[in-house]
């Protein structure tokens, strides 16, 4: 990955378009992510979203940069920006599912994902499994596996 920062901070110097440059903060901003530097990772997911402030992926990834670094704050204004017409919108109450574990409002949490269901019913099977992990790190197991043979009974995309 270090091979891959050079060539992308060598592309940003070169960059004559917002395009460039974005896709290069962007890709950055993830390897940063991936290697557990979130201070980084912000700085870099935080230029490409002053390019690209709908696109819902980079949201995800800035929020998650701001739970890693711990300012649970940032990640929940970050995720108040996700497109609510989005096709992905299941993907920010997953996010926020996260951001209510993080601050251990795991009813919360299922509350949110069970939303996100009703939202997006055919992201159920994904959605169970995220409600499933939950009950299963809190020692439910018959609720874990109840959400588990759900996720199993869809296709999880």
């Known amino acids: 990955l270090s091979n891959a920062t050079t060539y ?13 440059k974005f896709a290069c903060y962007n890709e950055l901003g993830i ?22 402030p709908a696109d819902e992926l980079l949201i995800m990834n800035l ?3 701001f739970i890693s670094h711990g300012d649970i704050a940032n990640a929940q204004k970050t995720i108040d920006n996700f497109p609510s017409n989005s096709e992905l919108n299941y993907l ?4 926020q ?3 209510f574990k993080t601050t251990a409002e ?18 159920e099977p994904f959605l169970s499994c995220k409600i499933g992990e939950i009950h299963q790190k809190l020692g439910n197991y018959n609720k874990a596996e109840e959400y588990y ?8 995309n």
């Not at 795991?106 to 992201?123: C, H, M, R, V, Y």
């Open 92 to 95: 920010r109450f997953i996010q």
């Open 106 to 123: 795991f009813d919360k949490a299922i509350a949110t994902l069970e939303a996100g269901i009703a939202k997006s019913p055919n992201q």
């Open 63 to 65: 929020s998650t940069a």
């Open 31 to 52: 390897i940063n992510l991936l290697q557990n530097s979130p201070e980084k990772a912000i700085e870099y997911l935080s230029k490409a979203i002053e390019i690209k």
């Open 149 to 156: 043979q759900i996720a199993l009974a869809g296709n999880i």
């Open 97 to 99: 599912s996260e951001i």
């Open 8 to 20: 992308l901070n060598k592309g940003l110097e070169f960059a004559d378009n917002e395009e460039s």
